[in-house]
C-alpha cells in the first residue's frame, strides 16, 4: 500500500526552527511535496523532492533521502504567520499525490 | 492570473439529496483533482482528470459518487442520495499536466453539510 506518516502536532515559538519529519511507504516513488494550509484556507504549495538532497525556498527548505524513505520540511526564523498545518505528498504511479496526515505546526511568541 | 475556483463555497442539504459541485481550473491546466478533506484530516484523493478523461477513479468512495469534466475546463462533481458522512470540503485542484501532479494548485473547497 501507500501510506506517510507525519508527527501530528508541533509548537515552538517565534525564531525558532522547526523540522517535520515524513516517512513513506510506496511503490514507484517519483518523488514528495510540501504544501502548508492555514485554517479553513486552501492548501498552498511550498517545494518539491524529486532527488535526494535538500532544497532552498527563503526561509522553508526540505529534504529527501529515498535510500531512507525518509523526508523532512524545515522551517527556520519562524513567524506566527506559519502557524498553519504542512502536509507532505509523495508522487508515485498513476500521477496523483497521496497525502500525510498532516503536522499542525502552533507558533507561539 | 485566475487561481482555481469552486462553487458553492458552501452547501447544506438534507440527507438523501443530491448535490453537485463545480470547479474551474486555472487555465491551460491540463490535469484536474478532486480531494474530500474531513476536519482535521489530510486531503482524501477522489479523483483526477488529465484533459476530458479520467484515467484514475478509485478514490471515489462509493458508487453515489461521480465527476465529469468537459473542454478540458469546467469539472463537476455530482454525489447523488447524500448521507451524513458525506459532510467534509470538497477541494479541486489542477496542474500544468498530470505527469507533474507534484505542484497543484488549489481552489478554496466547497463545504458540504449534510443534515
Known amino acids: 500500500g501507500q501510506s506517510l506518516e507525519q508527527p501530528s502536532e508541533v509548537t515552538a515559538v517565534e525564531g525558532a526552527i522547526v523540522q517535520i519529519n515524513c516517512t513513506y511507504q510506496?511503490?514507484?516513488?517519483?518523488?514528495l511535496s510540501w504544501y502548508q494550509q492555514h485554517d479553513g484556507g486552501a492548501p498552498t504549495f511550498l517545494s518539491y523532492n524529486g532527488l535526494d538532497g535538500l532544497e532552498e525556498t527563503g526561509r522553508f527548505s526540505s529534504f529527501l533521502s529515498r535510500s531512507d524513505s525518509y523526508g523532512y520540511l524545515l522551517l527556520q526564523e519562524l513567524q506566527m504567520k506559519d502557524s498553519a498545518s504542512y502536509f507532505c505528498a509523495h508522487t508515485a504511479a498513476g500521477n496523483k499525490l497521496t497525502f500525510g496526515g498532516g503536522t499542525r505546526v502552533l507558533v507561539k511568541p | 492570473g485566475a487561481g482555481v475556483s469552486q462553487s458553492p463555497s458552501n452547501k447544506v442539504t438534507e440527507k438523501g439529496k443530491d448535490v453537485e459541485l463545480r470547479c474551474d481550473p486555472i487555465s491551460g491546466h491540463t490535469a484536474l483533482y478532486w480531494y474530500r478533506q474531513r476536519l482535521g484530516q489530510g486531503l482524501e484523493f477522489l479523483i483526477y482528470?488529465?484533459?476530458?478523461?479520467?484515467?484514475?477513479k478509485s478514490g471515489l468512495p462509493s458508487d453515489r459518487f461521480s465527476a465529469e469534466r468537459t473542454g478540458e475546463s469546467v469539472s463537476t462533481l455530482t454525489i447523488q442520495r447524500t448521507q451524513q458522512e458525506d459532510s467534509a470540503v470538497y477541494l479541486c485542484?489542477?496542474?500544468?499536466?498530470?505527469?507533474?501532479?507534484?505542484?497543484?494548485?488549489f481552489g478554496p473547497g466547497t463545504r458540504l453539510t449534510v443534515t
Open positions: 510506496t511503490s514507484g516513488f517519483y518523488g
Open positions: 482528470f488529465q484533459g476530458n478523461s479520467a484515467p484514475d
Open positions: 485542484a489542477s496542474s500544468l499536466e498530470a505527469s507533474a501532479p507534484y505542484e497543484q494548485y
